[in-house]
């Protein structure tokens, strides 16, 4: 972020120049920030205010669930089977204890909701965190090195690119089961899950990166980093990356969206997060076998809650999207 | 053309070589074949003799050889979890899935293909914001949510269309078909408009920033200073030549769509390919999964090769540029 914002300041002072305006005294970061296009762009627009403002209530939701939810619906000592199924406020027979109802075994669907939340962000950030470093980092080498590396590093994306997400994370998931039997499955699920979307979204990084890397590696400035003798790798952990990695978060943030959802699917379909902590998407699942005998709340809240995070969240990719770069709109 | 043919065919080739070279790995060194074939009580001897039987103990690549020629015949061997012929189960199957993906591309194209001629004609008018904004919400709402919000309106609510299943299917040779009932037809209705919201999506948006940019240039304005009406401007002119991306975009979403399936097909009951490919995984069923990634990556090759090819017939510049070099 700080890269991008001093480039944009950097830009706007190029512009400013050239309209014959003199420069402005030397500001300070956050002067910087608040004069910025990106601040600008982002209050004249109140859907991607708004967006914002609901993605900070549900990470805020997420992350401080364990205080804010009137329930743990992971402790069994405090849930009762006597509570379950019953429906949301303002229906007949509802209890005020569960504004959103229960589920099928007495949990509160709203508490099941906020520790569902922090579950699917989790797996959405930390796939995308990895699923970037490894595409950056072989973007970078493959831009950077060329030759027969290039060569086969893009051949590799090029062939997964062919295979849907979800089909790879479904193998991969397929494969854990083979290798650790279905008991360490279940405990390992979380980590198997991270690995088989970071897997199959590395790509997009590694071929944007791998773009920029082409242009930079020519210009002056690596070169001359080249005539003195600084080491490959140096030279492209220090002097290339920071000059190409602006639009990996433009990247992360359309992804995490993308990694929220196959999330959800995989946990829906039964090879995600198992239903002792649940997801947003194991929670539908639970729901989605009351469905047909009334019960629409178990899991329709749920999905409802995910639909409108994921909403945010891509919402907010494309409006970062062409605040940074105007050219893509 | 020739040329570029025979250089597709081979990238083609590789492809396949690549995700065979997986589905081997995948079946012979995840999980031991011969355990999920014998029983507890077979004696090593038994496991020995068997291991001979089936040519685990050749070289890893006669292996892989002989893989490949029984690929080639749609051979992979024996379901685990059925003890029925892979081929079998996956053929009887087949039907479902490709009748479901065809139906949802077909409504995807027949709506989003309009919907995107007159977002990208009438930038600013009120309906336009109404469909982007309900694009946006589609890509945003997870399949198998829209399947779950479909069902709950129009099964549990209003009871008028099937929850689960196919229907009545009429059989032609090997091939089952719902779409010649009244009650096979009513079936698909939810799975094919579940599956296929998503690419509808794609194409309107597609369709539409294509017209946005062919609406601006020479051409059109030369055709509107002809004075040809705007019907055959937009249509006749425009819309013809929107089409090579999305020719290239719906070819490729057919992959994607077979894929997506698994989600539809799950949600649904539906009884294709998907659904037998997902009780695989949670079965560790490995023929199976092996034999539906290559059937998949078959399909997916096919798909781009005959796309690749299809530009050659819309687009007589690329003609031109060939012919040229």
Do not use: C
């Amino acid at each position: 972020m700080t890269a991008n914002t001093a480039k944009d300041a950097a830009t706007d002072a190029a512009a400013d120049a050239a309209a014959g305006v003199p420069p402005a005294a030397p500001r300070g970061r956050i002067a910087r920030v608040l004069d910025s296009d990106i601040l600008y762009s982002f209050l004249r627009s109140k859907v991607t205010i708004l967006s914002a403002i609901v993605t900070l209530v549900f990470f805020a939701g997420a992350a401080f669930a364990p205080w804010i939810a009137p329930h743990n619906p992971f402790d069994l000592a405090t849930i009762s089977i006597l509570d379950a199924r019953l429906p949301p406020l303002g229906m007949e027979y509802s209890d005020p204890r569960f504004i959103l109802g229960t589920d099928d075994q007495g949990r509160d669907v709203f508490s099941g909701i906020l520790y569902g939340a922090r579950i699917s962000l989790a797996v959405g950030f930390l796939s995308v965190f990895f699923a970037a470093i490894v595409g950056v980092m072989l973007g970078l080498i493959a831009g950077y090195v060329g030759g027969k590396v290039d060569a086969v590093i893009m051949r590799i994306a090029e062939v997964q690119l062919t295979f849907p997400a979800i089909l790879i994370a479904l193998l991969v998931d397929g494969v854990a089961r083979a290798l650790f039997g279905n008991l360490d499955r279940e405990r390992f699920a979380f980590w198997i899950l991270v690995f088989s979307i970071a897997l199959s979204f590395w790509v997009q990084f590694a071929r944007t990166v791998r773009g920029s890397t082409l242009v930079e590696r020519n210009k002056e400035y690596v070169q001359a980093a080249r005539l003195i003798g600084i080491p490959r790798f140096l030279i492209m952990i220090r002097h290339v990356l920071p000059n190409v990695i602006g639009p990996v978060l433009v990247i992360a943030t359309i992804n995490l969206g993308l990694a929220i959802i196959t999330e959800a699917t995989l946990s829906f379909l039964g090879v995600g997060i198992p239903p002792t902590q649940p997801s947003l998407g194991t929670l539908v699942r639970i729901g989605n076998d009351f469905l047909f005998s009334g019960e629409w709340w178990i899991a329709m809240f749920p999905g409802f809650a995910l639909a409108v995070l994921v909403l945010a969240v891509n919402l907010l990719g494309d409006w970062l999207r062409d605040a940074l770069n105007p050219k893509l709109r | 053309m020739l040329a570029f043919s025979i250089r597709r065919l081979l990238q083609a080739i590789l492809v396949m070589l690549v995700v065979a070279l997986i589905s081997f790995t995948l079946f012979r060194f995840v999980g031991d074949p011969v355990n999920q074939m014998v029983g507890v009580e077979t004696t090593p001897e038994q496991r020995e003799a068997l291991r001979e039987r089936l040519g685990l103990n050749d070289p890893i690549m006669t292996q892989f050889g002989r893989f490949i020629v029984k690929a080639a015949q749609f051979d992979f061997g024996t379901s685990y979890q059925f003890r029925q012929p892979v081929s079998d189960l996956i053929g009887k199957r087949l039907p479902a899935t490709l009748e479901l993906s065809l139906v949802s591309a077909i409504f995807a194209l027949l709506v989003g293909i309009p919907m995107g001629v007159y977002t990208g004609l009438h930038r600013d008018s009120v309906l336009s914001k109404l469909f982007l904004s309900i694009s946006l919400i589609g890509i945003s709402l997870p399949t198998f949510f829209i399947g779950i919000l479909l069902i709950f309106l129009f099964s549990v609510t209003l009871q008028w269309l099937p929850s689960f299943g196919r229907g009545d299917t009429v059989a032609i040779g090997w091939w089952t078909t719902g779409l010649l009932t009244v009650s096979g037809l009513k079936a698909l209705v939810l799975p094919s408009i579940t599956l296929g919201l998503f690419q509808m999506t794609l194409i309107m948006r597609l369709v539409r920033s294509e017209m946005l940019e062919v609406i601006r240039t020479d051409y059109i304005k030369f055709a509107r200073a002809r004075g040809l009406r705007q019907r055959s401007i937009n249509f006749r002119h425009a819309l013809k030549n929107t089409l090579v991306p999305v020719i290239t975009i719906t070819g490729l979403q057919v992959g994607s769509i077979i894929a997506f399936a698994i989600i539809t097909e799950t949600v649904f009951q539906w009884p294709g390919m998907g659904l037998l490919f997902l009780q695989s995984v949670q079965n560790v069923d490995i023929p199976i999964m092996a034999a539906y990634l290559m059937l998949i990556a078959f399909l997916f090759v096919v798909i781009n090769l005959i796309v690749d090819l299809l530009y050659f017939v819309v687009d007589p510049r690329l003609r031109a540029d060939r012919a040229a070099l």
